[in-house]
């Protein structure tokens, strides 16, 4: 007996036709997609049995040095788009050394401070959107430009305007003011 790619034949029954080949990247990608879900069971059992790890607190001051530097370049980027200015990432400066009055919240778990770096790491892979979003923010939250000085607007930019107020200190948010997670 022949084999049915030798052949060519279709009606074989020990076999296949080379015209059958059109089937296997779609039996390729079925079996990727098999295996990614495979894969996704695994971490989704590993988050759940696997124990937190003990030593994450020792991360918190890369965490805050790392929340200062966004801070600022959102800070000096808004004020520049404010002012009218181009926006240049290679110009903006900041202090990497956050000042001893920064403290932003220690993350309650490791799963928090996990998911803190995850916002830092996706402000970092597009800075420019966060940037501008955060200038329409300010500028909303300052009322029209035509309304209100510009100073108004400006003095709503200072570096310490989201961690100043009694909402890391426990007590309630200030009326109109929403805490905002890295972006």
Known sequence: MTCALETGRKDTTDG??????????????AQM?????????????MRRTRPMPKDWQCF?????????????????????????EDLDLNALSYDPDPPEDFQPPMPHSAL??????EDIARFHADPERFIRR???????????????????????????????????????SPAGL???APP
């Open 16 to 29: 296949f036709a080379i015209s059958d080949l059109w089937l296997l990247p779609f039996l390729l990608l």
């Open 33 to 45: 997609l098999a295996r990614f879900c495979q894969n996704l069971v695994q971490l989704k059992v």
């Open 60 to 84: 918190y001051p890369g965490l805050r040095q790392s929340e200062w530097a966004v801070r600022r370049l959102c800070h000096e980027g808004a004020r520049r788009i404010i002012l009218g």
């Open 112 to 117: 928090a401070m996990h998911r803190r770096l």
């Open 134 to 172: 955060h200038a329409e923010r300010v500028r909303r939250r300052a009322g029209d430009g035509d309304h209100r000085p510009q100073d108004a607007v400006l003095s709503l930019l200072s570096p310490f305007f989201f961690f100043s107020h009694a909402v890391f200190q426990g007590q309630a």
């Open 178 to 180: 929403r805490i905002r």
